[in-house]
């Protein structure tokens, strides 16, 4: 016999609907100096909680889409077109991990016209094996002016001047010296977030303070796994604080030192400067 104690759906405060919902993180952190195929699979499960969800109730609808459709990722070369335009203002990140070939002509084409479709996006992480530099030519002639956040490997700096208005830059441990950084001097200058950069040797930081002097947030990644070793994690720190201090940005400013070796990435060191 069924509980006198059951309570429809409906019934549920759309305040305790929205904690449930919110208990899951749906969107992705830029603040992560590391590019991954981080959650594709895990993330599937939530997906398919929150399409049900939606199709629970009309209020159900209201609360689920915004999470559901938050982060959209694409997992193949190939943009299909959105049956659901409404949708469409509710994206806020586009996340595309193509590794399998390098994308053609026409399909970068797509993507660009996908993104341009996007009015509220401001986020982009990349993953392409770009072996044509297509993808880079033409993703790079673009212009994409909502994006303000960009996660890429350094490979892929052709494609910075699309973004004229990007404030965060992440790339996986990328070097002082690597090719992306002069790119993004030059097409970033207002650039306040720097995510996963390796420092070499002392004299990084005074590059960093010369290269981008309004950064308010500095991520700095020390990959244990790599045959390259970055300065001591002590030196890390105080020269991640040295770069933010100099800073020209007013307020208050913020470093993070994650770690990767075998068991992950994970957040080691946390401090406002």
């Known amino acids: 016999m069924p509980s006198s104690d059951f309570q429809p759906l409906s019934n549920v405060p759309n305040e305790l609907w929205l904690e449930i919902i919110s208990h899951y993180r749906y969107s992705f952190d830029f603040n992560c100096p590391l590019i991954r195929q981080e959650d594709f699979t895990e993330r599937m499960p939530l997906r398919q909680t929150l399409r049900s969800l939606s199709q629970a109730s009309s209020t159900l609808r209201v609360l689920t889409l915004p999470f559901l459709w938050e982060r959209f990722d694409i997992t193949a070369p190939v943009v299909q077109p959105l049956n659901e335009f409404e949708c469409l203002p509710l994206i806020r990140s586009v996340h595309v991990w193509w ?8 399909e970068t084409l797509a993507l660009v016209k996908f993104l341009k479709t996007l009015p509220n996006l401001s986020g982009l992480q990349t993953e392409v094996y770009d072996t044509t530099q297509k993808f880079t030519r033409i993703l790079g002639s673009a212009s994409l002016p ?3 956040n960009l ?10 001047p699309a973004f004229p208005n990007l404030t965060t830059l992440a790339c996986p441990s990328m070097f002082v010296n690597s090719l992306a950084l002069g790119p993004a001097k030059k097409h ?28 308010r947030v500095l991520a700095v990644a020390n990959i244990l796994q790599s045959n390259m070793r970055t300065l001591p994690l002590g030196e890390l720190i105080t020269g991640g ?16 030192v994650w770690e990767d070796d075998a068991a992950g990435p994970r957040l080691i060191h946390f401090e406002r400067c």
Request: charged residues 25%; glycine residues 6%; positive net charge.
């Open 151 to 160: 996660l890429m490997p350094d490979s892929l700096h052709g494609i910075f």
């Open 241 to 256: 604080k040295d770069v933010l201090r100099a800073s020209h940005a007013g307020g208050s400013k913020l470093l993070r």
């Open 99 to 106: 590794r399998s070939r390098s994308p053609t002509k026409v």
């Open 146 to 148: 909502n994006i303000t």
């Open 188 to 215: 970033f200058p207002r650039l306040e977030a720097l995510i996963g950069l390796r420092f070499i040797n002392n004299d990084d930081h005074e590059t960093l303070v010369e290269d981008f002097p309004h950064l």
